[in-house]
């Protein structure tokens, strides 16, 4: 969970966003490195980052974009 702050705060301007296959990674595109959900849904909650972003998939709404919480 650091490291994913970490980039975020570095590269990704306080956000990481999803690819498709369900990787995130800081400001859409990152240095290679990429994050799991577990990650992510760990950093929602603990209320460290929240969704911002939201897609409309086959199988429902689903959250593309997140961003720390200050």
Do not use: C, D
């Not at 429902?60 to 961003?67: A, D, K, L, M, S």
């Amino acid at each position: 969970m650091a490291h994913a702050i970490a980039e975020a705060k570095g590269l990704g301007g306080g956000r990481l966003v999803r690819l498709q296959g369900g990787f995130w990674v800081a400001g859409g595109g990152g240095r290679g490195i990429s994050f799991g959900t577990k990650t992510i849904e760990a950093l929602i909650a603990r209320q460290l980052a929240s969704y911002t972003e939201w897609k409309e998939g086959r199988n429902g709404r689903f959250p593309i974009e997140i961003t720390l919480t200050p």
